[in-house]
């Protein structure tokens, strides 16, 4: 069992979203920074889809009440325990009685705190994920509030066989982490990949080329429906009505005042203004990241550049699942061998 | 066939248009083509979303490419054929006109030289056809609003509006089956319940049903809502 604490800005439990529903206006959700929430299971020796705590911009404080195994990836959150800064993207012990401390957000905006076994949520259609605008999913269909407790499943044999090693310290870490390779540079300044919308050329030359060559600032009215973007007006060649159709996560549609719109996890099914863009999926973790005022270019990228990308972080993601399992036995590092 | 375009959204995802307006021949069309799909169902398939002219189809594209997922949607466009398409479903929705429900029913009437009953009774004697879902879970865009009582959106959109509130925004009506803002006018409201998440599918309505409201008194609402006839 975990208690919450302190419940943080908005701490929500997500997984790999309501996917299947789209055609009844269901919402598909999920993790906003997929990659950061399948590593942090793939760590704890989850299947990638189990459910992880979203944890935004201020982090809440959590005590584990029963010997765990968690990760935590993604944005760096100031997690600590009892004073020591915890080491992300790596398997961390935590014995009965330890709280986990977070803070603010010193790189990106989202961590993903996973639990060996899975958080203990009900299935909504499917899916863990939290909807609040429905009110359906994660704990109770709403953000974690103080005095929650939430519990977890029976962990799998890997992280049984770490439990059973001998702890010394409340909390201890792994000596290994994700390689650089997979982990995303997160920064308050990115560039994405974008492949050109279904109505691009419906957008002026000089629009297109603005479009690319511009950096955009997120606005305050950003959330995890989507992010709005200040920069320059995008215009199209004559007033056109879109009849409405389907949208999705990294869709850029612009409505009528000319500022784009990023869709995001909790994106609405259809949608009925123009896209111009669609940023790669690979890249959507960096765009996870980012907060009211930093900022965001779009560098065109081909289809077939963009799968090639997927495909290869698919690649490597297996991989590393692959090396996870095969570490039955791990030197714990405590805080006093960390130094 | 030769007509149907289809393009690329990202890199997962392909739009079949088919047809430029919101008319019955192309929703025919469109749910033919789901039909077709949900039959085979590719391994690479991950879900399809319906619209009025089009159906996006979500792939797997570590499994699949555009040009493979294109072809395979051709092949099927290719034999898709004017089968009849299984009849469609009929359903009836309580609506509870007017009053603290339909707050912008008197706004409905005057915009149209109407008197309020009469806005009630045109609107609950239309067909209404569903020609897709979405904006919000199980929400209804429906066809079939008579001209007589077509209303412009509210110029300021409403913060909050309950679920189950029935509005009209130019030549269309629908539902709001869960509470969201909104520039509709509203003019009732059901106590029936469009978003069912415990159930699957988890709508009152899918594509391609008739719907029809029929008019009750504050009382019946409130008899329904108690009764727990409205699931």
């Known amino acids: ?339 | 066939m030769q007509t149907v375009r289809i393009e690329p959204l990202g890199d997962g995802a392909a739009v079949v248009r088919l047809g430029t307006r919101i008319d019955p021949e192309t929703h025919r069309q469109v749910r033919r083509l789901v039909l077709a799909v949900d039959r085979d169902a590719p391994p690479w398939l991950v879900e399809l979303v319906p619209a009025f002219t089009t159906v996006t189809v979500f792939y797997d594209a570590v499994q699949a490419d555009f040009a493979e997922v294109e072809d395979w949607l051709r092949s099927r466009l290719a034999v898709l054929g004017d089968d009849p398409l299984p009849p469609p479903r009929e359903v009836r929705i309580p609506v509870c006109y007017g009053g603290e429900f339909g707050p912008d029913l008197g706004v409905v009437a005057a915009h149209n030289g109407l008197t309020e009953d009469e806005v009630i009774s045109i609107h609950s004697q239309g067909e209404y056809l569903v020609y897709m879902i979405g904006f919000a879970p199980g929400f209804p865009y429906l066809g079939g609003l008579s001209e007589r009582i077509a209303t412009p959106r509210r110029s300021t959109p409403r913060v909050s509006i309950p679920a189950g509130t029935v509005g009209i925004a130019g030549m269309q009506t629908g539902v709001y089956p869960i509470s969201t803002p909104g520039g509709w006018q509203l003019i009732g409201r059901t106590p029936v319940r469009l978003f069912r998440p415990e159930q699957d599918p988890p709508t009152l309505l899918q594509a391609g049903d008739i719907v029809r409201f029929d008019p009750i008194s504050p009382e019946e609402y409130q008899a329904l809502l108690e009764g727990g006839d409205v699931q």
């Open chain 1, 1 to 339: 069992m975990m208690r919450v604490l302190r419940p943080g800005l908005l701490t929500t439990v997500q997984d790999l979203g309501r996917v299947g529903h789209q055609r009844h206006g269901v919402v598909v959700g999920g993790a906003m920074d997929e990659l950061a929430h399948r590593v942090a299971n793939l760590m704890v020796g989850n299947d990638e889809a189990a459910p992880t705590l979203e944890i935004t911009l201020v982090g809440p404080s959590l005590k584990f009440e029963a010997d765990a195994v968690i990760a935590i990836c993604g944005g760096d959150l100031s997690a600590t325990v009892a004073g020591w800064k915890l080491p992300l993207w790596r398997p961390l012990r935590v014995r009965a009685g330890t709280v986990v401390d977070f803070g603010g957000a010193r790189q990106g905006c989202r961590a993903y705190l996973a639990v060996a076994g899975g958080w203990d949520v009900p299935q909504v259609l499917g899916s863990a994920s939290t909807y609040l605008r429905a009110g359906i999913g994660g704990h109770q269909g709403r953000a974690l509030q103080a005095g929650d407790t939430l519990a977890w499943r029976a962990p799998g044999p890997l992280a049984q066989a770490w439990l059973a090693q001998a702890a010394e310290d409340a909390v201890e870490a792994a000596p290994w982490s994700v390689s650089y390779q997979i982990r995303p540079d997160y920064r308050p300044q990115v560039r994405v990949r974008v492949i050109a919308g279904p109505q691009a050329d419906w957008f002026t030359e000089e629009s297109r080329e603005a479009f690319h060559a511009a950096v955009f600032t997120v606005g305050s009215q950003s959330d995890r429906m989507g992010y709005r973007l200040q920069g320059p007006t995008l215009s199209l060649r004559e007033p056109r009505e879109l009849i409405s159709e389907a949208v999705t996560m990294g869709t850029l549609q612009v409505p009528p005042d000319g500022n784009p719109i990023l869709l995001m996890a909790d994106r609405q099914t259809t949608g009925g203004y123009a896209k111009i863009a669609q940023v790669a999926r690979v890249d959507l973790p960096l765009v996870a990241q980012l907060k009211p005022g930093d900022q965001i270019g779009f560098d065109p990228v081909s289809l077939a550049e963009a799968q090639r990308a997927l495909r290869q972080r698919e690649r490597d993601l297996n991989e590393l699942a692959a090396a996870v399992r095969g570490l039955p036995g791990i030197s714990w590092r405590s805080r006093a061998r960390a130094g």
